[in-house]
């Protein structure tokens, strides 16, 4: 029996750059299924994104506030284009809706910008291709950045978050691990099994 193909992967990095200024991260592709698709880009992590984080922990988490850049205050980002825009008079959000989308929208707009957005929309073209999903790994290497909640990011108002899309398999991984700490054996065997099942 033959295997499946492999889906198309793009691999993105997100690393603090050492240098005198603060707030300066470093984001390049790794892995891309096409030959141009090897980008890099320095960008500054803006007092908005941070304004953001820390009113999304007020709310959904407040007895936690992680380390996270202070932040730089830079202009507002335009949002992304809406191809399917919902009637003003039909959306009612609640604070808490409003806080998910606000960060999840400027997270989007943070990681993806100039060529990391051109190298994820071609990948997403190959994908779509070969009809299969694209695979989409962030290896979040700055610790500062662990804590954040990058599986909500969302392209645009009223748009899903990207980790919800079934022509995307989003996952994380990060480089900041430390060792466990030696534990004494046990008699008992513990089995964790997750069954899934995927949607007609």
């Not at 889906?7 to 991260?25: D, G, K, T």
């Amino acid at each position: 029996m033959p295997f499946p193909p492999e889906s198309p992967c793009l691999n993105i990095a997100i690393a603090r750059l050492n240098i005198p200024e603060a707030n300066h991260f470093a984001t390049w592709v790794m892995q891309a299924p096409f030959q141009r698709g090897y980008v890099h880009n320095d960008q500054i992590w803006p007092e908005t994104l941070s304004q953001a984080w820390e009113a999304w922990l007020e709310v959904f988490s407040p007895q936690s506030f992680p380390a996270i850049p202070i932040g730089t205050p830079q202009p507002v980002l335009a949002s992304t284009p809406n191809i399917n825009p919902v009637p003003a008079s039909n959306i009612k959000i609640n604070r808490t809706s409003r806080l998910m989308q606000n960060l999840g929208i400027n997270l989007w707009q943070w990681l993806f910008q100039g060529e990391i957005a051109q190298s994820l929309h071609q990948s997403q073209g190959i994908a779509i291709g070969q009809e299969l999903p694209l695979q989409v790994r962030l290896d979040i290497r700055a610790p500062e950045l662990i804590a954040l909640p990058w599986e909500i990011m969302q392209p645009g108002i009223s748009l899903p978050a990207f980790s919800l899309s079934r022509e995307i398999l989003f996952s994380r991984t990060t480089s900041d691990v430390h060792s466990l700490p030696p534990l004494p054996p046990s008699p008992y065997l513990n089995i964790l099994l997750v069954i899934g099942e995927s949607a007609p």
